[in-house]
C-alpha cells in the first residue's frame, strides 16, 4: 500500500477514535455543570461495569480479527471463511456475556435501572465487526457510517438532558448510540465478505489466539477501567467524576497515537507475511521518530495547561480535575513509545506471549498500588497506578524487543523532543501561573505553546535534513 494511502487511513482512522472520545467531550461542560460530579460519577461506574462485558464478548477480536483478515484480504475464499467462522465464534461468547450480565442485572447491580440502560452497551459488542473493516483497510467506511450517528447522539444529550434528574436519559442516548453504530457497520458488509457456513474444525484454530490476545486486553482494561470501578468503591462517585473527566482530556491525544498503530497493524501485519524485512524496519523507525515527536507535544502541552483548562471548562468544581491531568498525560509518551513496538512488531510478527507478558505485570503493578492508594488518595491514588503500570509495560515491551529493534538509536531520534516539550511546558505553565484561570488565558496558553513547539521542532527537523519534513513544507509554500 502506497504512503498515501497509509496517510488516508490514518485520517480516517484517527476522526473515528476521535469521534468516540470528542463529541461526549463536547457534551462534558454542559454534562459537568447539569449532573454534577456525583452523577457523572455514577454514569462512569455503571459504564465501567458494562465495559466488563463488553470486553468479554469482543475476546481479542480487535487485534487478532483485524492481524487474520490483513493476512488473508488478498484470497477471497479464504477471507470469506477466516471472517465467517471468527464471526461465529465471536456471536456465541457474545450471546453468553448477554445472558451473564442479565443475571448480574438481578442478583447483584445495586443501581438497577442504570445497569438495564447500559445493557444496549453490552449488546453492541454483538455487532461489532469494526476488525474487519481496519482488517481490509476500509477505514472511510467505518467514520462515514458512524459521523452522524455521533452527531445524532451530541444533539440529544443537549436537547433531553436538562437537569440532575434526566442521568437516566444521558445514559439511554450514550448507550443506544453505541448500538446502532455498530449495528449500521453491517449494512455495506456483503459489499466485501460472503458469509459461509461455519464449521467447529475451522473455529478451532482462532479460538487460542483470540484467548492469547485477550488476555492482554484483560490486563490493560484493569487499569484503564479497574481503576475507576476500585474509586467508586474504595473512595466516593464525586471522586471518580474528577477522574473521569481528567482521563477524557488525556485520551483525546492518545487516539492520535492509536489510530496510527490501529492503520499500521494491518500494513506491518501483510509486509510480514510477504517477508520484507527492509521495509518493516524502515517504517518502524519512522513511526518511531514522528509518533515520539507529537507524543512528548501533546504530554506536555496537556500538563502545561491543564490547571487552569479544568476550571474554565468544567468549574470550579472540577479543579482537581487539572492536578489529574498534568499527572495522566505523563504516560503518553511511554504509551506511545510501547504502541508502537506492539502494532508494528509485536503483534504483526505474532508474539503475543511477551505483549501478554508486559500487560500482565502492568496490570498488577496498577491493582497494587490502587489498593494501597485508593482508600486514602482517592483519584490521585488512581492517577499513580495508571503512571507506574504505564512505564512498566513500556520497559517490558521495549526488553523483550531489544535484540531485534534498535532501541537506542530510536531514543536518540527523539531525544531533542524531550528538551523542546520542557521549554513549551516552562513557557505555557508560566503564562497560566502568572496570569491566573480564563478562556483567554488558556487560548494564549495553547497557541504560544504551539507555537514554541512548532518553530523548535521545524528548525530541528530542517537541520537534521528530514526529507519527509522539508517535502511537506515544500508543498506548503506551493500551496500559499
Known amino acids: 500500500m502506497a504512503q498515501s494511502s497509509i496517510k488516508k487511513n490514518f485520517f480516517y482512522q484517527m476522526i473515528y477514535q476521535v469521534l468516540i472520545i470528542i463529541l461526549p467531550f463536547i457534551t462534558s461542560p454542559y454534562i459537568a455543570r447539569v449532573i454534577g460530579a456525583n452523577g457523572l460519577g455514577t454514569y462512569s461506574y455503571s459504564y465501567s461495569i458494562a465495559y466488563y462485558f463488553v470486553l468479554f464478548s469482543m475476546l481479542g477480536l480487535a487485534n487478532y480479527g483485524n492481524r487474520a483478515i ?64 481496519f482488517g481490509i483497510e476500509k477505514f472511510k467506511l467505518t467514520v462515514t457510517r458512524n459521523v452522524t450517528i455521533k452527531i445524532i447522539n451530541v444533539i440529544c444529550v443537549f436537547a433531553f438532558v436538562r437537569d440532575a434528574n434526566d442521568l437516566w436519559k444521558y445514559c439511554l442516548i450514550m448507550a443506544l448510540g453505541m448500538l446502532i453504530s455498530q449495528v449500521a457497520l453491517w449494512l455495506p458488509l456483503k459489499k466485501y465478505v460472503r458469509i459461509c457456513k461455519p464449521t467447529w474444525e475451522n473455529m478451532v484454530p482462532h479460538i487460542s489466539p483470540l484467548f492469547i490476545l485477550f488476555i492482554p486486553a484483560i490486563a490493560v482494561s484493569l487499569y484503564k477501567y479497574m481503576d475507576k470501578i ?21 485520551n483525546i491525544p492518545l487516539t492520535i497515537i492509536t489510530s496510527f498503530g490501529t492503520v499500521m497493524l494491518p500494513k506491518m501485519s501483510n509486509l510480514v507475511s510477504t517477508k520484507n524485512i527492509k521495509e518493516t524496519g524502515r517504517y518502524i523507525a519512522l513511526s518511531m521518530r514522528y509518533v515520539m515527536c507529537l507524543a512528548f507535544a501533546l ?151 504551539a507555537f514554541i513547539y512548532g518553530i523548535l521542532c521545524i528548525c530541528y527537523f530542517y537541520f537534521t535534513n528530514d526529507q519527509i519534513i522539508l517535502k511537506m513544507l515544500h508543498k506548503t509554500k506551493r500551496v500559499r
Open 230 to 250: 476500585m474509586i467508586g468503591a474504595l473512595s466516593s462517585k464525586a471522586e471518580l467524576g474528577l477522574y473521569e473527566n481528567a482521563e477524557k482530556v488525556v
Open 70 to 133: 490483513a493476512q488473508c484480504r488478498d484470497e477471497q475464499e479464504k477471507m470469506n471463511s477466516v471472517f465467517s467462522n471468527i464471526v461465529t465464534l465471536h456471536v456465541l461468547f457474545s450471546g453468553i456475556c448477554c445472558l451473564i450480565y442479565v443475571l448480574y442485572i438481578i442478583f447483584v447491580a445495586s443501581e438497577k435501572l442504570y445497569a438495564w440502560i447500559q445493557f444496549f452497551y453490552v449488546l453492541s459488542g454483538l455487532f461489532d465487526i469494526s476488525w474487519f473493516y
Open 299 to 449: 504530554a506536555f502541552g496537556l500538563a502545561g495547561v491543564g490547571t487552569v483548562f479544568a476550571p474554565v471548562f468544567w468549574g470550579q468544581e472540577f479543579n482537581k480535575s487539572g492536578i489529574l491531568i498534568m499527572g495522566l498525560s505523563l504516560t503518553i509518551p511511554f504509551m506511545s513509545f510501547a504502541n508502537v513496538i506492539r502494532t508494528q512488531y509485536l503483534i504483526p510478527t505474532e508474539k503475543d506471549r511477551e505483549y501478554l507478558s508486559s500487560v500482565v505485570c502492568g496490570a498488577i503493578i496498577n491493582l497494587v498500588i490502587n489498593r494501597m492508594l485508593i482508600p486514602t488518595m482517592g483519584s490521585m491514588g488512581a492517577m499513580i497506578g495508571t503512571i507506574a503500570a504505564e512505564i512498566l509495560v513500556c520497559i517490558i515491551q521495549s526488553w523483550a524487543v531489544r535484540k531485534e529493534l534498535p532501541l537506542l538509536k530510536y531514543i536518540s531520534d527523539f531525544k531533542a523532543f524531550i528538551v523542546f516539550s520542557i521549554i513549551m511546558f516552562v513557557g505555557v505553565y508560566f503564562i497560566g501561573q502568572k496570569l491566573g484561570i480564563g478562556i483567554s488565558v488558556l487560548l494564549a496558553q495553547i497557541v504560544i505553546g
